[in-house]
């Protein structure tokens, strides 16, 4: 059976639980909280970080390669890296560009404004977690935010700066669909759009999720505000679609 190791509310490893589900491959998920996550990782193969990916052939410690790996188990017309060069290559560079950008800079929005709230925050992203794990970031929870907060290079203009970058990157995919195509590179479904709507997640908290996320009804009215206005984002909007809609590709059987 193959194992993901995952920090549950991640949204790197959402991208590897979506592209394996999408792929009818089956896994086992191993959720960890976050700095143990780093040990346990480097245990199995990878580099420290998740999504990890085992099985009988090897490790791969990186979201796009447990994407394509996923791929690899599909009839090409359900692939999410299209075979024609050209296509390729525009939703590899979007991928990436999304992956180094609104990926680091939402999960900064949301880690900022979540520390603040112990209970809620921990509600959520303990979901799963071996239980002793659990127990210690709650005992060590003062030494747990000091050391995320410099992990993530979190400062006082934090929320406000990561604000403005997310929203410089969510116009920019806004635009990409604005010629009334159907998806970010096209006609299809890609990675682009795989990683995009993942990405999205930290601040559109999507209910569809792989793991719960906290509602705007449970949020501080504050923070529900900004994740409602986030929502209504014309991209946020195709996040929330593409969330909505995900399936497993149905044309043929699991293959293993």
Known sequence: MRRLLTIPISHYCE?????????????????????????????????????????????????????????????????????????????????????????PDGRRWIYAQMFQHKQLMLRFNNNGVPSWEAAGIRMFWPLAVRWGKRELGLTATTIEDDEQRVRQAFDAIAERL?????????????????????LAASVIIPPQYGTPLPQPEVLPPGLASE??????????????????????????????
Not at 32 to 58: C, Y
Not at 178 to 198: N, P, V
Not at 242 to 247: K, T
Request: charged share 35%; net charge negative; glycine share 8%.
């Open 15 to 103: 991208k590897a639980r979506w592209a394996l589900e999408r792929a009818r491959l089956e896994y086992r998920e191993e959720r960890h909280v976050q700095g143990i996550s780093r040990i346990i990782a480097r245990r199995a193969g990878g580099k420290g970080t998740m999504p990890v990916l085992v099985d009988d052939t090897g490790v791969l410690a990186e979201s796009e390669d447990i994407v394509r790996y996923a791929d690899e188990h599909l009839e090409e017309p359900d692939r999410l890296f299209p075979t024609d060069p050209e296509l390729r290559t525009d939703v590899e560079r979007l991928s990436r560009w999304l992956d180094d950008g609104l990926g």
């Open 178 to 198: 604005d010629d009334g195509r159907k998806h970010l590179c096209g006609d299809s479904f890609t990675a682009a759009d795989l990683t995009f709507a993942c």
């Open 227 to 256: 994740v409602n206005r986030w929502r209504e984002h014309p991209a946020g909007a195709y996040a929330m679609k593409l969330h909505s809609g995900r399936i497993a590709v149905q044309s043929r059987p699991r293959s293993d």
